[in-house]
């Protein structure tokens, strides 16, 4: 079974405290990815089976992402197909950050939800953006205003040319970089190695998922998505 994009045999899709602030980098994006497909109904749970392969470890760009054990998180906060909750037009990324859940919404009435850890620049914007820049594996770049508080930070630094991807960069395996009217608003979705963060408030970084979840995500969001970020319940924006 394929671990992204393939139906299973329940017509569910089956995919697949670590400092944060400072996720803003400036790297470049892929342009040719799929629109999510048109999907059926019923929408059930996934089997253990399912949820093991999901969450599995898996090599990518030469990595090598550690399994996630799932069983220790909220089920909640799986990798899931529900009923739209958000209202969106199909291809829109919707955060609702009091909720601690992301929706990619899809044609048909679904939404594919993910759970995902909220930290402190995830609360300081709302509104509605575009992913104007996408990267895989991304250098942590730490901003000066960081290397104040934390000078051991400053090997990290942009004119250091920042951490070297890998699975201990706070910024995982993906990275999104939203813009609105043509301006880097520093809110970001990205991958994180701390799958205990997930469905909480952290003290620092943006929004951030499982590796295994936010690779899931990065293939399935059209370029230039449009992204719409509630800090209240959703619709409030």
């Known amino acids: 079974m394929s671990e992204i994009g393939v139906l299973s045999r329940r017509a569910f899709l089956v ?3 670590a400092t944060l602030a400072g996720c803003a980098t400036t790297e470049g994006g892929v342009k040719n990815v799929p629109v999510p497909q048109k ?6 749970p996934a089997t253990d089976e399912e949820l093991a ?3 599995a470890a898996v090599e990518d760009g030469g990595h090598l992402i550690p399994a996630i054990p799932y069983k220790e998180i909220d089920p909640k906060y799986y990798r899931q197909r529900v009923k739209d909750p958000t209202g969106e037009a199909p291809g829109t990324v919707v955060v609702d950050t009091p909720g601690r859940f992301l929706y990619l919404v899809e044609p048909g009435g679904t939404a594919m939800r993910y759970g995902v850890g909220i930290g402190r620049d995830g609360f300081a914007w709302e509104g509605e953006g575009i992913i104007h820049w996408r990267q895989p594996w991304p250098r942590w770049k730490v901003p000066a205003d960081m290397i104040a508080r934390t000078p051991s930070l400053a090997k990290y630094s942009v004119e250091n040319g920042g951490m070297e991807p890998g699975i201990k960069n706070p910024l995982g395996a993906r990275a999104l970089y939203i813009f609105q009217n043509g301006k880097d608003t520093l809110y970001r979705l990205h991958g994180s190695p701390e799958w205990k963060s997930i469905g909480k408030a952290t003290s620092s970084g943006c929004v951030r998922l499982i590796n295994q979840d936010v690779i899931d995500l990065y293939k399935r969001v059209p370029y230039h998505a449009r992204i719409v970020v509630h800090q209240g319940p959703l619709g409030s924006v």
């Open 15 to 17: 995919g697949a405290a």
């Open 39 to 44: 999907v059926s109904y019923p929408i059930v």
């Open 53 to 55: 392969a999901r969450y």
